[in-house]
């Protein structure tokens, strides 16, 4: 699932492959770990970033993305929608907003980012619809934006039947929308419906056939990538997946920055935004904007604020510092990308929550080896730590390796390609394929892989202390 919470720290999941062959140890944990969860405390309630998203998370940057034409709107035909869609309103938000209840353990996090924004529809046709948790813009992206759904409380319907039913946001329906636009399904295909843009029943209704796999909601039960190959008539073209799992960004790729976009293609899982893509800074961000924070003064303070290894830090960000994507190199991306995928899988194992590291850069590997040494009683260094994330990333790798995904998995749908973007600020954006291979060849060799296969090496596995794992690819010769 697509979990935006975590804590501020986990309990044991990183001793299993972080630390190969090290025995589980128990201890009382010390004074030294208070220490160290209250000067990362101290980092979080130091952040800058406050206005609309104390009041309803980060619903408001969706409609920031709406004025630069960059909404993956209608299943990213369009990077615009009506005026008449709530997403250009985040402030009527606050018409369904009560005081909820804190999370996880009253964690700081969750009045500054939207954990514990809680809804409660009193009027009209949702009455009675009741969500914790409904701090993030996802719902608006899929269901506002992907499925052009024109109301709150039937955006926020969708959510809650998603979480209920323990589905993704959207998952195959704007794959669906598009196909009955298109004529290549039918009312005959939806016994007697009709699937159109913005009609919120009728998508509640498919949810519903989804999840009990029923009628045509049998076909989009297996993702879009399979229900296309299912349906045909050119189905496929209109199925945006990455390695098989439906486009999970809000954001169209035409439209956001080089980094982002290579790390949904590199991504493990596939086509989901959480892994890499929440933490990299490729421009300024628009609260810092409107606080009147000069470029030069951000990018002083985020660096003096981030946890990187320095030379890491010169070969991103160069010196003096940059900012932009236009200022990136091909080898500036990769790295920056690189990094916080180690980062993030080293996150997740730790069980700490996204926002501290993926998007306030607030933790790093410093304090995750902090952290660590002082639940675990077993010392460990940052790079030591990076090495623990380098190590989860290839081992994943080498798990999609053995069940068939290669190098041509990691690419965008030919959409992107294509079609470029045609309203808004970012009018005429198209992906370039050169340039993405480009990127990609950049990446498989500062990761140590094969460029042409995109796998990782023999010596890489080796190095990293996966030689089981090597051996295992090399008997099956996909190494």
């Known amino acids: 699932g697509r979990s935006h919470a975590g804590c501020v720290m986990g309990s044991k999941n990183l001793k299993a492959i972080a630390v190969r062959g090290t025995k589980e140890i128990h201890v009382a944990l010390p004074e030294i770990f208070k220490e160290i969860v209250e000067e990362i405390q101290k980092k979080i309630k ?18 920031e993305a709406a004025k630069r034409g960059i909404l993956g709107g209608k299943n990213y035909q ?7 869609n709530v997403l250009w309103r985040p402030e009527d938000y606050t018409t369904y907003l009560i005081e909820g209840p804190t ?3 009253k964690c700081l996090l969750s009045s500054y980012y939207g954990c514990n924004i809680t809804i409660d529809v009193k009027e009209g046709k949702f009455k009675g619809l009741y969500i914790q948790g409904a701090g993030f813009s996802h719902h608006v992206w899929n269901w506002g934006s992907k499925c052009a759904i024109e109301s709150f409380p039937a955006v926020l319907k969708c959510k809650e039947i998603c979480n209920r039913y323990g589905m993704d946001q959207a998952g195959p329906i704007p794959f669906a929308l598009e196909l009955f636009q298109r004529g290549i399904i039918t009312r005959e295909d939806l016994d007697g419906d009709e699937l159109e843009w913005g009609d919120a029943d009728a998508i509640i209704g498919m949810l519903s056939k989804i999840a009990h796999r029923q009628g045509f909601g049998d076909i989009l039960a297996d993702g879009s990538a399979r229900a296309a190959k299912t349906i045909g008539r050119e189905a496929e073209k209109y199925a945006l997946t990455i390695k098989g799992m439906e486009m999970m960004s809000g954001a169209d790729p035409r439209g956001v ?18 892994k890499t893509t929440h933490t990299i800074l490729e421009n300024i961000p628009n609260w810092a904007k409107k606080q009147g924070i000069t470029e030069e003064n951000y990018i002083r303070w985020f660096l003096n604020r981030l946890d990187m290894f320095d030379g890491v830090k010169k070969d991103i960000y160069g010196v003096p510092p940059r900012v932009g994507t236009s200022t990136y190199t091909p080898e500036s991306i990769v790295l920056m990308t690189k990094w916080y995928e180690d980062m993030t899988f080293i996150r997740e194992a730790l069980g700490i929550c996204l926002f501290t590291v993926n998007y306030t850069n607030t933790i790093g590997p410093t304090y995750c080896a902090k952290l660590f040494s002082a639940y675990t009683g077993l010392n460990i260094s940052p790079k030591e730590m990076m090495k623990a994330g380098e190590r989860i990333v290839n081992l994943i790798k080498a798990f999609n390796i053995r069940e068939g995904l290669t190098r041509v998995d990691d690419d965008f749908p030919s959409r992107f390609y294509s079609e470029p973007l045609k309203k808004g600020s970012s009018e005429g954006a198209a992906l370039s394929r050169v340039y993405i291979n480009q990127l990609l060849d950049t990446y498989y060799r500062l990761r140590g892989w094969n460029v042409k296969t995109g ?12 030689e089981d794992v090597a051996e295992d690819l090399i008997k099956r010769k996909l190494i």
């Open 103 to 105: 999370f996880c353990g």
């Open 257 to 274: 920055g080089m980094a982002t976009n290579l790390g949904h293609l590199t991504c493990l899982r596939g086509g989901d935004d959480l």
């Open 46 to 63: 130091d952040y800058p970033e406050r206005g609309p998203r104390l009041k309803i998370g980060s619903t408001h940057i969706v409609a």
């Open 455 to 466: 796998n990782p090496t023999e010596e890489k596995l080796g190095g990293l202390g996966l």
């Open 78 to 84: 369009t990077g615009i929608l009506p005026e008449s």
